[in-house]
């Protein structure tokens, strides 16, 4: 993005936000500030989810530490009706699917921090290579259902929001420090505060979370390469929050968050052959000793918060996001792994051209979105009225170069032939939107309805450069636009006071990106999805949720090739979906029901699904995952059944968990064979099952004393190896056995 378009947006934005912000001023002085209104959340709460007219989950930050997770993959499986696709065995690029939606790269849910959409362009990009870190966390929330009229764009699966660490009511911090398996090394302090002034209550937050890890796989050598087990990560993100209380009558706040990631991995989309794997599935081929992915997120949000009366409050945020990346990796795909000759210069074993290409993006995400929640009563009921919109900028640019280096039979490597710039994609995509929304929850007391909307008019626009001598010649551009409906309707009938049933119908949709809307014509993906369920919930004892869902989606979008492998990708249209299930979730604390003077929790989340193509699709690719689909296929990387059970024993000095999941093999393509070849018998190490797998987690603490704690963790207890992935470019494994040790503080 240029300078004169950055200050530009800029501009916008912040006019948008000085328009309204004004009442502010109108305010006169008060003594103290008698409360203060919740953050921007989705849920709010484990209590909050009572009240849902569809399925939930919120995940705390004892859930997320307990065990020492960092993988978003780990932590999702315990909310029943996530699919989860792993793919480096650190959870660094997730594919997460929600109630059976084309999980690849995320792209089919809206995933959001505090609120604020987190993809570095969500419509003219949503596939990025960025997600939130769980291990910051203080919290993360997931919708499925009729829930989520309130958030888009993408609509077809559900929500994720991920809730930073907040700044504190008052002077506290803490730090947790671990060392374990393959030099790993992780390191999250904060540290914050809030305090009176003459002009109000104002608070800060400082934290830094840093982690590293030398990898748990091992590259294959050559007489000019033979630093080869550095196969890992590291990741650094500070972060600020800055917060005004004002002394007004009305309670406002103010609150500034800059948020920075930096990540270097030296990560491949290199998989292995089929007998490679069986062999030693932690191998990496020689070929991929040069890759590695680069990545910068800045996250920047203002964000104002008004209680115009005792029944309304408004919520305006302004956000300005940039994500920049280069993933520097060998080209190869499924074929090449398949196939020998190809596969031999990959390992280094014959000579060849090892094709390497930068994947070089940048992208920008810039908005501003105010929600008003209003509260009444009328015809003998409560409404809670909650009405949004948000303008919204977008941009993904690509400017790319291929580069071939050339390999001796021993494989060293003799030469190095830079290609063109922008030669290996040199384009442009925008996208700007109008987003509105209105939902209105109307409570009789024992049951609530409640109706809702959804609008998107999305301008979408692109344009194309030369990719051979003058990179900067526009060879063609395009433009349309989009508008969508998503109406929903949920219900929700308390039975009792801590038992109730809830159903809804919605419609939802994901949006093609703008090159593939205005130039290849992809249309929209829409679905309608149903859902009934029963839910009981009791702090102090037994809590249940079962949840029977179906949804039917038109025009599935997907890309053609997973990764683009050796050619240039293409989106497209693969058909029509039918997905339909049954979810549960359970919890009882043993101990405490039989008061055994600890406590003892237990739950389960499990999850059966039915997801298949209703129509042949239309893709001839044979690298794509829906190449070769027959109406009736399984929809790649969707189990049929998955579950997770977990336990614990806890007293006040010191807890013991353990967590126990288990997932079935999957197809990795619709063409839902079961041998690496594709639809023409040829080998294509992309092709065929996952294993199914079960595998044990453990962790462990300790009060040393007060504010100090041991901890500890192992993943994986199990070894289990087990085949998670078959994409991009063949199979790859989960994460082996790994122990984590440390201390945290809290002062």
Same mark, same amino acid.
């Given at each position: ?297 800045? $996250? ?30 060998? $080209? ?207 702090? +102090? ?57 600890? $406590? ?83 080998? +294509? ?46 199979? $790859? ?15």
């Amino acid at each position: 993005m240029t300078l004169k378009k950055r200050t530009s947006c800029a501009t916008i934005v912040a006019t948008l936000f000085a328009t309204s912000a004004i009442p502010l001023h109108a305010e006169t002085a008060t003594t103290e500030t008698s409360h203060q209104l919740l953050p921007v959340t989705v849920i709010g709460s484990k209590d909050n989810v009572a009240s849902l007219a569809g399925s939930g989950a919120f995940i705390d930050a004892s859930d997320i530490r307990t065990q020492n997770y960092d993988d978003i993959n780990r932590v999702l499986r315990r909310i029943p009706g996530v699919y989860l696709r792993e793919e480096d065995g650190f959870g660094l690029f997730p594919n997460i699917s929600l109630r059976g939606v084309d999980g690849g790269r995320s792209s089919k849910i809206t995933v959001m921090e505090d609120g604020v959409l987190a993809a570095p362009a969500p419509y003219a990009a949503p596939a990025a290579y960025y997600t939130p870190t769980p291990a910051r966390m203080n919290a993360i929330e997931v919708l499925k259902g009729s829930s989520q009229i309130k958030y888009g764009p993408q609509t077809s699966g559900g929500v994720i929001n991920y809730l930073s660490t907040p700044i504190p009511a008052e002077a506290s911090g803490g730090v947790r420090a671990l060392y374990g398996t393959n030099h790993e090394l992780r390191n999250h302090l904060y540290y914050g505060d809030r305090f009176e002034t003459s002009a109000g209550k104002v608070g800060y937050l400082l934290e830094l979370y840093d982690r590293r890890t030398d990898g748990f796989k091992t590259i294959d050598p050559t007489p000019d390469f033979i630093t080869n087990d550095r196969t890992g990560f590291r990741k650094t993100e500070p972060m600020l929050k800055l917060s005004w209380e004002p002394n007004t009558v009305r309670y406002q706040n103010l609150e500034l968050k800059l948020g920075y990631t930096e990540m270097l991995a030296d990560e491949t989309y290199i998989g292995l052959s089929e007998e490679d794997f069986r062999a030693d599935p932690y191998r990496r081929y020689a070929g991929s000793r040069f890759d590695y992915i680069s990545t910068r997120m800045t $996250r920047t949000h203002l964000r104002h918060q008004i209680e115009l009366n005792e029944d309304a409050q408004l919520t305006t945020t302004a956000y300005y996001h940039e994500f920049k990346r280069n993933w520097f990796k060998e $080209r190869a795909n499924g074929a090449d792994v398949g196939n020998p000759e190809r596969l031999a210069v990959l390992k280094g074993e014959a000579p060849g051209t090892l094709r390497y290409r930068n994947n070089n993006r940048e992208y920008t995400s810039a908005g501003i979105e105010s929600v008003l929640a209003y509260g009444f009563d009328a015809a003998g009921a409560r409404h809670t009225l909650d009405l949004g919109i948000r303008l919204h900028e977008d941009e993904a640019i690509r400017f790319q170069r291929d580069d071939d280096f050339i390999q001796a039979a021993n494989g060293t490597i003799t030469d190095r032939l830079n290609g063109v710039p922008g030669g290996g994609g040199n384009r442009e995509e925008k996208a700007r939107a109008i987003a509105l929304h209105l939902q209105d929850t109307i409570d009789f007391g024992r049951i609530a309805i409640i109706p809702g909307i959804r609008y998107e008019h999305v301008d979408l626009r692109y344009k194309d450069f030369d990719t051979q001598g003058d990179p900067g010649r526009e060879i063609g551009r395009g433009d349309d636009t989009l508008d969508i409906f998503a109406p929903g309707i949920g219900l929700v009938g308390k039975l009792t006071d801590e038992t109730s049933l809830f159903a809804g119908v919605y419609r939802g949709f994901s949006l093609p990106g703008p090159r593939a809307y205005a130039k290849d014509g992809i249309e929209e993906e829409t679905s309608i999805g149903y859902e009934i369920g029963i839910r009981h919930l009791n702090p +102090n004892s037994f809590q249940a949720e079962l949840v029977f869902f179906y949804t039917d989606f038109d025009n599935l979008i997907v890309p053609e090739l997973v990764g683009a492998g050796g050619t240039q990708a293409r989106t497209e249209n693969a058909g029509d979906v039918i997905s339909y299930g049954a979810e549960l979730k359970l919890a009882y604390d043993l101990g405490q029901a039989l008061d055994l003077g600890f $406590r003892n929790p237990w739950y389960l989340a499990a999850t059966w699904t039915s997801a298949e193509l209703d129509s042949d699709t239309a893709s001839l690719n044979a690298e794509s995952i829906f190449s070769g689909g027959r109406k009736g296929s399984k929809v790649p990387y969707i189990p049929e059944f998955q579950f997770l059970i977990g336990s614990g024993i806890e007293t006040d000095r010191w807890g013991l968990y353990a967590d126990l999941s288990y997932v079935d093999a999957t197809y990795t393509t619709a063409s839902n064979v079961n041998a690496p070849f594709d639809n023409d018998g040829k080998p +294509n190490a992309s092709f065929g099952k996952t294993d199914s797998r079960v595998v044990l987690d453990l962790s462990g603490n300790l009060q040393l004393k007060p504010g100090v704690k041991l901890i500890g963790s192992i993943h994986n207890l199990l070894d289990e190896d087990y085949l998670a992935s078959r994409h991009p470019a063949g199979p $790859r494994p989960g994460q082996p056995r790994t122990f984590l040790a440390g201390l945290e503080f809290q002062f």
